[in-house]
């Protein structure tokens, strides 16, 4: 009985993703802001009462970037970590380890930009601290993700059209992530529009440069 239990959760659970992904989805792409905001607030209600009309965001961020991984699979293209056996790419072996893989190497930039508001506040670095921007910051970088990951795929067929359209899509996705990141600082911290631009920009090429590092180690 406890089985069959946790089954109807289970399952509840699952179904109800497809209403409240596609909400979530729409509301970061809006709204990004108040979605951030949003996430904010859940983090101060009981556990029970957290995200009851939405995606809780390192969930959004798991299931944006699965949604992505099946496109690709579905363009027919195969994960080059996965199908390679160097180095520390021997851990990735099927889809299952591909995607957290992939999740770990996407959630670096909601760390790294809530490192830097944390830092920039003068704030111990801490748990605490860093719990609830992190929160946040997975929203948005689920949507960049998901245009980055879906541009990579387009623009890498043999067709130039696609190639065009890939490469739209990913300057899409930076455009949005660099303007969403840049109003979250001057939100955040008071400062100006100048200042809250460096901090997004800095923030986003130290993410790429982990990525880098990352994707070197695999394949080396």
Request: with cysteine; aromatic share 10%.
């Amino acid at each position: 009985m406890k089985w069959l239990n946790s089954l109807d959760e289970l399952l509840y659970e699952v179904m109800s993703w497809l209403i409240f992904y596609p909400l979530t989805l729409w509301r970061t792409l809006s709204r990004p802001l108040s979605t951030m905001n949003y996430a904010d607030q859940q983090l101060a209600l009981p556990d029970a009462e957290q995200y009851a009309d939405a995606i809780s965001p390192p969930l959004f961020l798991a299931l944006t970037l699965a949604l992505s991984h099946g496109f690709a699979v579905a363009l027919g293209q195969t994960d080059e970590i996965e199908a390679s056996h160097r180095g520390l790419a021997g851990l990735v072996s099927d889809d299952s380890t591909a995607l957290v893989f992939r999740l770990i190497v996407f959630a670096i930039f909601p760390l790294v930009m809530s490192v830097r508001l944390v830092r920039g506040r003068k704030q111990p670095l801490n748990r605490s601290t860093l719990r609830m921007p992190f929160y946040a910051q997975c929203y948005p970088a689920s949507i960049f993700a998901l245009g980055l990951s879906i541009g990579t795929a387009i623009g890498t067929s043999h067709w130039q059209t696609s190639r065009t359209a890939g490469a739209i899509i990913t300057s899409a996705a930076l455009l949005y992530y660099v303007m969403v990141e840049t109003r979250w600082f001057r939100a955040q911290r008071p400062t100006g529009l100048g200042l809250a631009l460096l901090s997004a920009i800095l923030g986003l090429v130290e993410g790429f440069i982990l990525l880098v590092a990352i994707g070197i180690l695999f394949r080396a």
